[in-house]
């Protein structure tokens, strides 16, 4: 069965770079790593024929998500490599441990669910028009409450920005409104 | 439909026809992307000396002309000094990324290419979700472009590639925003669908492209202005202002690599202009029923062609933005303007058709928000400039 080779191969595609992005030493690498582990869920996507939810998965966790982690490790300036420091932190063990308990949660539910019980449709694949018209009527609520949440979240980043940005600009202003009226050096910024 | 349209799928399957049966669906696959390769690889050497001529008899020179009649032949000296330049990978790089990173910016690139629909029934691959298809794959560029500017460990590279990413993430987003309101008007985000929906006329003689409607005209100046700024062209190429930052993300390669970013920069903006010409300019119908003996695959390169060269008019013309300007003009005036056109065009389909209120209604929804924002975008009212010294 070639669908079952490619499956294979995507698979050990995925867990080899999941497993490169927990191990590697530097955090610029672990990104990467991750960012192609995603792409490597994407493909298993597509390979169940699920399209769109395959390209979403590209378009929002390579495009979007890893950028943010990559920035994050930049801005935060955690990449540095220790010397003389082991390469697993010291609470690897609580890791361990909650890893554990988020595998056997998500088992317990997935194995529990009723979608296991009905046969897999042969026919699996859904048009986007039926994805689309599904989001507008029956899941409206989730939706709603997801972009609601989302939009909480970017509304507080740009809160916590902003403050930051006043207390740099204060002392940096006085130098350069010796020249100009304070007035006139705002408005040419 | 005549012959001369459906050349290529003729030559294709006598081609692939000669292959054992077995074979054959691969052959054919291969063939279409040896052809796609060969088509774009030759569009990029000559949008070079297309845009190295353009430039200089913009800017009142002569440009190229040493090699060949007209220095037509300097693209092939330039690929030829770029394939015997020395391969150069600094000291304290990081050798893997350092290596991957053209090969990871330019692969995608080429996969974008499959879902464009370049003439009748000549698209690589017909996906139903074929637009989703291309921004996702685009979005890959933008780790290439950090994996390129990271692991040179140059601190104009890092600093090139960091603008690079602030830059295309910003105006993804109205790139996006401005292509979905042609989904609303196709009802689906398969590109063939989207050319299909194109066709015909209204009252007589205008085509029904998406342009000549104000929703798809203000679509259209915002996808182009966004797409400029995607493929990091001039007046948005800041991340490799070489007047600041040497040549950003670019700094530290050279030979065939520095070659292989430069492809993969033209060829995302070919990808970029040929989904212009889908999505906005009818891709490969013909503007009236009587032109319509000149071959659809031709539309679509004229078209393409006439939106290569406004282009690269714009780089001509326009001088660089700064940084901060870039990101403020994205988030304050494209993206709201993108959601207001998305608000016009749902209008606009609401309304009957056929009536020039319409017209003049929806035009008057876009042309306010965008004299106001235009003015009001940048938080200061804009009053006479006051030149203190040089009077």
């Known amino acids: 069965m070639p669908n079952d080779i490619a499956f294979y191969l995507i698979a050990a595609f995925t867990v080899a770079f999941a497993a490169a992005a927990m191990t590697l030493r530097r955090l610029v690498h672990c990104a990467l790593c991750a960012a192609a582990a995603f792409a490597g869920l994407a493909m298993i996507y597509l390979q169940l024929d699920a399209e769109f939810v395959g390209f979403a998965q590209l378009l929002v966790y390579v495009g979007a998500i890893a950028i943010l982690i990559v920035f994050a490790i930049l801005l935060t300036r955690g990449d540095e490599v220790r010397p003389g420091h082991s390469q697993s932190s010291p609470s690897w063990m609580a890791g361990v441990a909650v890893a554990a308990l988020m595998l056997a949660g998500m ?54 920005a902003m403050h930051e940005e006043s207390d740099v600009k204060q002392p940096a202003r006085c130098p350069a409104s010796k020249g100009a009226e304070p007035d006139e050096a705002m408005s040419l910024r | ?109 080429w996969m974008a290419f499959a879902v464009l629909p370049f003439g009748r029934n000549m698209s690589a691959i ?11 794959i685009g979005s890959a560029s933008e780790l290439a472009v950090f994996m390129a500017g990271w692991s040179s460990q140059n ?47 209204a009252l007589g003689w205008v ?107 714009v780089r001509a013309t326009l001088p660089r933005l700064r940084l901060d300007q870039l990101l403020n003009f994205a988030w304050k005036f494209l993206v709201p303007l993108a959601l207001i056109n998305l608000f016009a065009a749902a209008v606009w389909w609401k309304l009957p058709a056929a009536m020039a209120i319409r017209w003049l209604l929806c035009a008057g929804l876009l042309a306010v928000p965008y004299v106001w924002l235009g003015r009001h975008w940048n938080g200061v009212t804009p009053k006479r400039r006051h030149y203190g010294y040089a009077q």
């Open chain 1, 107 to 160: 088992a317990m539910a997935i194995l529990l669910s009723p979608s296991l019980q009905h046969p897999a449709p042969s026919a699996a694949v859904a048009p986007v028009k039926q994805i689309g018209g599904e989001l507008m009527t029956r899941y409206v609520l989730p939706l709603e409450m997801a972009g609601v949440l989302l939009t909480g979240a970017l509304l507080g980043a740009v809160v916590i």
């Open chain 2, 1 to 109: 439909m005549n012959a001369l349209d459906s050349i290529f799928i003729s030559a294709l399957h006598w081609l692939a026809g000669l292959a054992p049966a077995p074979v054959r669906p691969l052959v054919s696959m291969l063939l279409i992307i040896a052809g796609l390769m060969a088509a774009f690889g030759t569009c990029f050497a000559l949008a070079t000396i297309l845009e190295r001529k353009t430039l200089g008899r913009m800017q009142n020179r002569f440009g190229p002309n040493r090699v060949g009649p007209f220095g037509l032949f300097q693209p092939l000296a330039d690929g030829i000094k770029m394939l015997i330049k020395e391969d150069i990978v600094p000291f304290s790089a990081d050798k893997t990324l350092h290596f991957l990173a053209p090969l990871a910016l330019t692969a995608p690139v």
């Open chain 2, 126 to 136: 017909e996906l139903d979700a074929g637009i989703l298809f291309f921004f996702a």
């Open chain 2, 155 to 201: 601190k104009y590279s890092l600093v090139g590639a960091m603008r690079a990413i602030a830059q295309m993430i910003s105006y993804e987003v109205p790139l996006v925003l401005a292509a979905v309101p042609v989904l609303m008007a196709a009802g689906s985000l398969s590109l063939p669908d989207i050319v299909q929906a194109q066709s015909g006329v």
């Open chain 2, 207 to 313: 085509p029904r492209w998406n342009i000549f409607t104000p929703w798809g005209l203000a679509g259209f100046a915002l996808f182009f202005i966004a797409a400029t700024a995607e493929s990091n062209r001039c007046p948005f190429d800041l991340p490799e202002g070489e007047s600041e930052l040497i040549a950003g993300y670019l700094t530290e390669y050279s030979g065939f690599k520095y070659a292989l970013f430069f492809l993969g920069e033209y060829l995302g903006l070919f990808a970029v202009a040929g989904l212009a010409v889908t999505l906005f300019l009818g891709g490969w119908q013909a503007p009236a029923r009587w032109l319509e003996w000149f071959p659809s695959w031709g539309w679509f390169a004229a078209k393409f062609s006439a939106l290569i060269f406004l282009f690269i008019w």
